[in-house]
């Protein structure tokens, strides 16, 4: 493994940051996202989030509270020997409602001492500059990024903190899960549909003013800081044929590129022609401004960051069982275990999403979210054995490893997800866990947010001391 292999953990404001109203924090969506029977629609842009009941639970709001906790958090990590960790700045904590002129002075300083807690360990910081959040008076202004209008202001945005740090961050991540718009596009892209609204026009026109606003995001770093890494970030997992009927085969084609439409955009600067031709067929025309195609072919990612918990599995007819997964439900594989969420786990598939993605774009790739989502007991003794977790992280390194030195694919790093319990994404749970270190709070919000590490912890302290050589 090469010696600047960074190796730290991943968690993101909207799940863990909590302090929804400090210090002039403005509204995001994550806020209005519920726990329990309404977060799905909620997410999907389908149930308008003012008709939810008075008393319903917003999990986003407290969190695990980092806000609170971050010198306490940032500590533990360094205990863990994180040479970088990433995580995302709430844009609403910066500008309020979106549409300040100047940034909000309280949330930059916050991040900047966040900031310089990590470089005191010597933990290089990894930005996601927005990870499934929006201010929400843009979302009622504007509908979002179904207007255009929100790229000067995401860009003011990103002035702003590049600006800020321009010394001390060097890597940036534009958009987290840019494929997860096409799924759920409120918690995604902060998107709400009118009722029998055609989703699919909708969803793409907001996604070319996420790339615009990506590849004008890429070319303001390099104006203001060449030395900038920026990139984008997919939902990785590769989809397997369930047969080798050609039918099964050529579904597993269009369900990839599904996903990797939009960072075949960010990566090689072009909508690929069969999703041209995608488009015609659903008679999509997006709005485009003259210069777009030209902004988006100069301003590329330099690397190519990835979430992967799972493979996927299609097959043409449709039929049989259906499996969970990390964005969208597919064909139950056969060969696979599954979480206790229903996730397949799939070590070698990281191997061949890794491989395939390093094929396709011969970009160096980030692993910035694996993990497993597990429920955990604290025992008598008050210990935490999490060694179903060690074994998803043993062999998913493993596979990674075996990417990097027997396939040559080119990584900067992994970070694996939720390195301390944080909110669930899909669900709101506090009880689906990914940490190495536990925090004190239950699906209902109640407990002390006290933070313990797990078995986990002192195993992956040892993965990153040896540099991924001691996975016992
Ligand atoms: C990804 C998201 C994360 C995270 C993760 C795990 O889609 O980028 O924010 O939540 O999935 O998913 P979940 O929390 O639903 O288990």
Request: charged content about 30%.
């Amino acid at each position: 493994m090469r010696k600047d292999f960074l190796w730290g953990g991943a968690t993101a404001a909207n799940q863990c940051e909590g302090g929804w109203q400090a210090d002039g924090r403005g509204p995001a969506i994550v806020d209005v996202i519920p726990h329990g029977k309404n977060r799905m629609p909620v997410m999907q842009g389908i149930m308008d989030y003012k008709k939810l009941p008075e008393d319903t639970n917003y999990p986003g709001r407290e969190a695990i509270d980092m806000y609170g906790h971050y010198k306490e958090d940032i500590a533990l990590f360094a205990e863990m020997g994180f040479q970088c960790y990433r995580f995302s700045f709430s844009w609403s904590r910066i500008f309020p409602t979106g549409e300040e002129r100047e940034p909000n002075e309280a949330g930059l300083k916050y991040y900047e001492d966040f900031i310089d807690e990590l470089l005191k360990y010597k933990i290089e910081p990894i930005v996601t500059i927005c990870h499934f959040d929006i201010p929400l008076a843009l979302v009622e202004k504007y509908g979002s990024w179904r207007s255009r209008e929100v790229i000067p202001l995401f860009l003011n945005y990103c002035r702003a903190i590049f600006e800020r740090f321009k010394d001390k961050v060097r890597y940036w991540i534009t958009f987290n899960e840019i494929n997860m718009l096409m799924h759920l596009p409120f918690m995604g892209a902060g998107i709400r549909f009118e009722k029998g609204e055609k989703q699919l026009p909708v969803q793409y026109q907001a996604a070319h003013h996420e790339l615009v606003a990506s590849a004008l995001a890429v070319k303001l770093a390099r104006e203001i800081n060449p030395d900038f890494r920026v990139g984008c970030m997919l939902a990785a997992g590769s989809v397997y044929p369930y047969s080798c009927n050609p039918v099964d085969v050529w579904e597993s084609v269009k369900k990839d590129r599904e996903n990797y439409f939009l960072i075949d955009v960010q990566v090689r600067g072009e909508y690929p022609a069969y999703a041209k031709k995608m488009m015609e067929r659903e008679g999509i025309h997006l709005e485009m401004h003259e210069d777009d195609e030209k902004v988006l072919k100069e301003n590329t990612v330099d690397f190519i960051s990835l979430s992967y918990y799972n493979s996927r599995c299609v097959r043409a007819d449709g039929q049989g069982e259906a499996s969970g997964g990390n964005v969208f439900a597919s064909a139950k594989n056969p060969y696979l275990e599954c979480s206790q969420w229903g996730w397949p786990i799939d070590p070698m598939g990281l191997r061949i999403t890794l491989n395939a993605l390093y094929d396709r774009y011969q970009k160096p790739l980030f692993i910035v979210e694996n993990g497993l989502g597990a429920v955990d007991k604290i025992e008598e003794n008050g210990e935490i054995s999490d060694d179903y977790r060690i074994d998803y992280l043993r062999s998913h390194i493993q596979a990674m490893i075996e990417a990097i030195e027997e396939d040559g694919v080119d990584m900067i790093g992994y970070t694996p997800w939720g390195c301390i319990d944080l909110i669930s994404a899909t669900t709101g749970e506090m009880s689906k866990r990914y940490g190495f270190i536990y925090v004190d709070k239950d699906d209902e919000g109640n407990g002390s947010l006290k933070r313990i590490p797990k078995k986990s912890f002192a195993w992956y302290k040892k993965v990153i001391a040896s540099n991924g050589e001691d996975l016992e």
